[in-house]
């Protein structure tokens, strides 16, 4: 079985900063997906950024990127230059790769990250 | 605006009661999902409908049930059965042949049994 773990449940960051949040997760699956959602207090939850496992090359999502180490089971998130809007709970997630046909949307997430942007 | 719309969004029951939570999408997405999110356990996979009239059982489908009649509805039951109903339930979806792994979520519906 799948297992995903963050091991911070709430960091702090100053607004401009540069913050990263970790992750770890455990699989014999050598296929898969890796992700980073954001749920904004009492707004709906959204992807912030994915990796294809066969890929060596970090993924980059404009001030959201990720260090992906394979062999460590690692797949941090870096904000730079935060700013308030980032706060909110990020939760990364696990997705094995699928047969065509199957369900692409069952995901293992993680407990979760609660990030707080102070001004 | 296209999205995820669930209803309500806060609910109460009593112990022993069946409640219902709508989940409606006018994406057109093919596949819906429910899951559950309880205080520092992440979210877990209820269940989920790659199509209508077809649905499988999620990693916690203890208690609950869902239909599919349609495509853009994918209601989810609360049974009696269900030993700690209480928590926090996001229903999402996603077209087939997207961005795998890609969910779009509701805003949520929150349970309290009294």
């Known amino acids: 079985a799948q297992t995903v773990t963050q091991s911070q449940p709430e960091m702090s960051v100053q607004e401009a900063e540069t913050v990263t949040l970790s992750c770890t997760y455990d699989t014999s699956e050598s296929n898969y997906y890796l992700f980073w959602y954001k749920q904004p207090p009492s707004r709906q939850m959204i992807l912030v950024i994915r990796q294809e496992a066969y890929k060596q090359q970090n993924a980059t999502e404009n001030r959201f990127s990720v260090n992906f180490q394979k062999a460590a089971k690692s797949f941090s998130l870096k904000i730079s230059d935060s700013q308030l809007g980032d706060t909110a709970m990020y939760f990364c997630?696990?997705?094995?790769?699928?047969?065509?046909?199957?369900?692409?949307?069952?995901?293992?997430f993680g407990k979760g990250t609660k990030l707080s942007v102070k001004p | 605006d296209g999205g995820i719309t669930q209803s309500p969004k806060y609910l109460f029951r009593k112990e022993g009661q069946n409640v219902t939570l709508s989940c409606e999408q006018n994406l057109n997405h093919d596949a819906m999902y429910w899951y559950r999110q309880d205080p520092g356990q992440g979210l877990r996979l209820i269940y989920y409908?790659?199509?209508?009239?077809?649905?499988q059982k999620g990693d916690i489908a203890e208690g609950y049930s869902v239909s599919r009649e349609k495509k853009e509805s994918f209601p989810l039951t609360v049974t009696s059965a269900q030993k700690n109903p209480t928590a926090f339930y996001l229903c999402a979806s996603n077209r087939a042949g997207g961005i795998a792994g890609e969910l779009f979520f509701g805003e949520g519906s929150r349970l309290t049994v009294l």
């Open positions: 409908s790659q199509i209508v009239n077809d649905f």
């Open positions: 997630a696990f997705m094995k790769q699928m047969n065509y046909g199957g369900s692409q949307g069952n995901l293992i």
